[in-house]
């Protein structure tokens, strides 16, 4: 049972009104994304049979429910609790209309109960509309849909049957339905029912996902992709022709040949050409937040790439968090080859501790904040909260895969000849003039984090609705595009903070291209906070604290990721730039 309200998931037999089956409850062998997800897939007390129709069968007779349970369910329908069950591995879902397009939607799971007039009503009567496609090659019958239709029946109604049927027969002389009330502090009795209804489908069974991966606003999704593309498209020729055109004249002015009387003092970026390659001050921090980026990227590249080619379809529960979280595992080999590279350029002498801090960096922050909400989610006691044996599993793939890929990576790296650099470093500082107020790191960062935000913030809304209100995302092939249009735009606005800010003859730039590029985060952190107010319902304290929790950990990762990004393109460009110019 999950709800947008509350964000906390629960297993299908906390409530009371699902009665157990008499064979005992078994649990389905879970993967490590379904487990993180908060899914417990459980088997229940329903009987369906291929291409058999069943008018009305009993699932549970005669619940009677305490004044507290009663309390517990009502709770529940205010929360707007939604039952999710599976057949043949395709989830429910309830079907209905726009109000505006008459357009049909879905939606996944239905609800345990309505709200009309200050009076609780719950659907105890079910209607199964399972849809078959028959492959007459094969004669094989094959379930392609698996619609829901609630009905609330007053127990009266529900007449028991032998064998379990049932029949739903009204009291009244106008054969009007009486809905099943739950009254509020005192007992309520009720019965459980259903039925099935099976439908001959046209779908076939590899289109079957179909129905649920529709969208009502993909003309909107278009639009919004195309105006992002050309926005940004637009800015980054702007300004890399400006780059460009003020980059051949310095080159120009520097490298013409002088006579020694006409000589010119030299200014702008060439001036630091002594103190441009210096290492920055904390460099260990530096190529760890760099190594956890390159992990971190690399990892979300091939997870897009293949969950754009389709590898990775909704009907593999899980299978994007596990694939995520092993693939993050066993990049830390080409992290550690790159950090201990970089480590050996900025003169760092005791690359095992810098390797120990990239392997045990971002998984120390995940862990311990994702800790922290941990015991929050157990006070509801939710199945979301992550089991102490699924915990002891993802310790032992990072201190048993990533740490020593890792160490294997660093120590070949470490032993490789550093980075080259075209110019030399002088042996005393050069002292740093004042700089204009717009040039400061926090301006800066957030001048930088305009462009890359703008290609990313109408993906972001679709990301969010898919983590946030349990939809399903589907369209990896304009993520990859996006991501895409992310990583060029980082690149040249890095660029671009780095020339202004060597031109100002601050030469510390290593750093500053790492936090500029990464003020992407910042806007997005700050969408979080937008999207909370806008399009949330959620209320309660313990949900509030998990969805900033989140969100702020998506940002750290967004910030690692882009900051990187950011970092690499500008030394590759101050390694460019100072080898194209003559230095005495």
């Not at 078994?26 to 993967?31: H, M, R, T």
């Not at 009486?178 to 009720?190: D, E, H, T």
């Not at 926090?442 to 930088?448: D, G, N």
């Amino acid at each position: 049972m999950t709800s947008t309200k509350t964000q906390l998931p629960y297993e299908y037999y906390n409530l009371p009104i699902h009665c157990r089956p008499q064979s005992g409850i078994e649990y389905k062998s879970e993967n490590l994304g379904e487990i993180l997800r908060g899914d417990r897939i459980v088997n229940t007390d329903f009987s369906v049979n291929m291409d058999t129709n069943e008018k009305c069968k009993m699932l549970c007779q005669d619940i009677e429910l305490s004044e507290e349970q009663t309390k517990q369910v009502i709770k529940r329908i205010d929360q707007a609790y939604h039952v999710h069950l599976l057949v043949d591995n395709l989830p429910c879902a309830t079907k209905f209309q726009l109000l505006d397009s008459k357009e049909e939607q879905y939606e996944h799971g239905y609800q345990i109960g309505y709200l009309n007039n200050e009076e609780y009503f719950i659907n105890n009567h079910i209607r199964f509309i399972l849809k078959y496609h028959n492959e007459k090659s094969s004669d094989l019958y094959r379930v392609v849909g698996f619609e829901i239709e609630t009905h609330s029946l007053n127990h009266s109604m529900q007449k028991p049957k032998e064998n379990r049927l049932c029949s739903i027969e009204s009291d009244s002389s106008d054969n009007s339905v009486v809905p099943q009330k739950l009254v509020p502090g005192q007992k309520n009795k009720l019965h459980m029912t259903y039925e099935i209804y099976w439908v001959a489908s046209e779908i076939a069974w590899a289109s079957r996902w179909d129905s649920y991966l529709k969208m009502s606003d993909v003309k909107i999704h278009w639009f919004s992709i195309v105006n992002s593309l050309v926005v940004v498209f637009f800015l980054a020729g702007i300004l890399s022709m400006i780059l460009i055109r003020s980059l051949r004249r310095d080159i120009a002015k520097y490298n013409r040949e002088d006579e020694p009387e006409e000589a010119i003092e030299e200014t702008g970026w060439k001036l630091v050409h002594g103190d441009v390659f210096r290492p920055p001050r904390h460099t260990e921090l530096l190529v760890v937040l760099v190594g956890s980026g390159i992990q971190l990227f690399t990892m979300s590249f091939i997870i897009i790439v293949f969950a754009m080619l389709g590898m990775l379809s909704p009907s593999y529960r899980g299978a994007l968090v596990t694939s995520s979280l092993f693939l993050y595992v066993f990049m830390g080999l080409i992290a550690g080859y790159y950090g201990g590279r970089l480590y050996k350029t900025l003169r760092g002498l005791h690359w095992k501790k810098s390797a120990l801090m990239t392997a045990t960096f971002y998984p120390f922050v995940l862990f311990a904040i994702s800790f922290i909400l941990n015991f929050f989610i157990w006070g509801k006691k939710s199945s979301g909260a992550v089991p102490f044996t699924t915990m002891l599993a993802l310790l032992t793939m990072i201190f048993g895969i990533s740490l020593p890929l890792v160490f294997f990576g660093y120590y070949f790296g470490y032993r490789k000849q550093p980075y080259s650099q075209p110019v030399r470093t002088n042996q005393i500082p050069r002292q740093v003039p004042d700089q204009v107020w717009y040039m400061s790191p926090m301006v800066s960062t957030l001048m930088a984090g305009i462009l890359p935000f703008g290609a990313c913030f109408i993906e972001l809304f679709f990301i969010f609705s898919a983590i946030w209100d349990n939809q399903y995302y589907y369209l990896f092939g304009f993520l990859f595009l996006v991501f895409l249009i992310v990583v060029i735009s980082c690149c040249e606005i890095a660029i671009v903070m780095t020339y202004f800010q060597l031109c100002a003859e601050d030469y510390h730039w290593w750093w500053r291209s790492f936090i500029a590029s990464g003020g992407c985060a910042l806007y997005v952190f700050f969408y979080s906070i937008f999207y909370y107010v806008t399009e949330l319902d959620i209320t309660e304290f313990v949900p509030t604290i998990l969805y900033f929790g989140y969100s702020f950990l998506i940002s750290f990762t967004i910030w690692i990721i882009t900051g990187t990004i950011g970092f690499f393109s500008s030394y590759f460009f101050v390694s460019k730039i100072y080898a194209a110019v003559k230095i005495d």
